[in-house]
């Protein structure tokens, strides 16, 4: 900064109480500050625009991508276009996995989770649905669709595609793909494409528009009365990802006995990679973090009052991401021989859990009234 010397010019002003300041960067002014208020809607604004758009956008790209890869290796089976189809499928499962951090709104709703992502699943039934004489058409996976019924569930989506690409113990070659094998795959993908292409839809303007729904609360607003309960409903998704990753997808197949058969991804062996997946997409959310973007955050908002419990939350998300690294061997093969890097994730991510329904959701209701 360059001193400004005054000018007798100036004196006048200085006698009269005015108090001209100068320096070399007084052509930027300064941001205004956001008041809470303010910031809430900020928060919930940049989520939709930052995290919930982009991703389901890029889920889409991904979604279309595999089911490119699978009618290319449908229509010539080498085994090159059998490694293409399941990276497609790995690329597709890390959006799929981090957008498990916000099960909110249509994903819920209209059950577009169980008609994609429905485990463990049921390779005999797949099987047995391949003897049969029925036409496996999208028309026929789209009919199952009883959110109840898992027995129908467990034939559509991401899961019966793996076991066809990788077989029952992962050593799938593309020359032994049947004809029909290759009729079920290539309805799996456009299936999942279908339903990832109508979850996108979702929330943006149309008959559903959540998006939406999520950035305007109050009157008229058929989901959200007001802003603390839709950002409340993103800190409830953080503790739900948290509950169903270490209860659900990684206790199941830990205790009381060890069962591999029934882990999340078990014949591409990729469990791990989904957990993991999962809670960086619940840290992406508490950030609004997605794609190299931020925005204005659950993080920004709890850091303006209590910058000490933003801190204990960024590092137990970090602490249960990083628990990950504890393994060296797949999920499959952790629950038998690796059981105290098992038991040192779950313990993080009870720990994540805890703190995020004790303190940040309290948070919310002490500090957001409208």
């Known amino acids: 900064m360059s001193t400004k010397y005054i000018t007798k010019s100036l004196g006048i002003a200085l006698l009269s109480g005015t108090v001209l300041m100068a320096s070399c960067k007084t052509n930027k002014p300064e941001p205004a500050t956001e008041t809470f208020a303010e910031m809430e809607q900020s928060v919930l604004n940049d989520f939709v625009s930052v995290v919930g758009n982009p991703l389901y956008a890029k889920f889409e790209n991904l979604a279309a991508t595999l089911k490119t890869t699978v009618q290319n ?6 085994d090159a276009n059998l490694a293409a189809a399941r990276t497609a499928w790995k690329d597709v499962r890390v959006i799929w996995e981090q957008s498990e951090g916000f099960l909110i709104g ?7 989770d169980p008609y994609m992502d429905t485990w463990p699943t049921d390779h005999n039934a797949m099987d047995n649905l391949l003897g049969s004489g029925t036409p496996i058409t999208v028309s026929y996976l789209s009919g199952l669709d009883d959110p109840e019924n898992a027995s129908e569930l467990t034939l559509r989506g ?17 020359a032994s793909i049947t004809a029909r094998e290759k009729e079920y795959m ?23 528009h959540f998006g939406n729904k999520l950035v305007t609360p109050g009157t008229g607003n058929d989901v959200y009365a007001n802003k603390r309960e839709a950002l409340e409903a993103l800190a409830n998704a953080l503790i739900d990802i948290c509950g169903e990753v270490a209860d659900g997808k990684m206790l199941e197949p830990f205790e009381p006995n060890a069962d591999s058969t029934i882990t999340e991804s078990p014949y591409a062996h990729n469990s791990v990679n989904d957990f993991r997946n999962n809670i960086i997409g619940a840290r992406n959310v508490y950030t609004c973090t997605f794609d190299g973007k931020t925005g204005k955050s659950l993080s920004d908002l709890v850091r303006q009052n209590n910058s000490a419990l933003d801190l204990e939350i960024k590092q137990k998300f970090e602490a249960g991401i990083q628990s990950f690294d504890g393994f060296t061997t797949t999920f499959e093969q952790a629950i038998y021989h690796q059981r ?3 038991q040192n994730t779950l313990n993080a991510l009870n720990t994540l859990k805890g703190t995020i329904g004790d303190k940040l959701v309290p948070y919310l209701t002490q500090y957001v009234k409208d």
């Open 73 to 78: 290796l449908a229509n010539n089976p080498t």
């Open 186 to 208: 290539v309805a799996l993908a456009e299936d999942i494409h279908n339903n990832v292409s109508a979850l996108k839809a979702s929330w943006l303007p149309g008959s559903i």
């Open 106 to 112: 249509p994903v819920d709703d209209l059950n577009y």
């Open 158 to 174: 991401f899961h019966p595609l793996e076991y066809l690409l990788w077989g029952l113990d992962g050593s799938r070659t593309a």
């Open 340 to 342: 105290p890097q098992v």
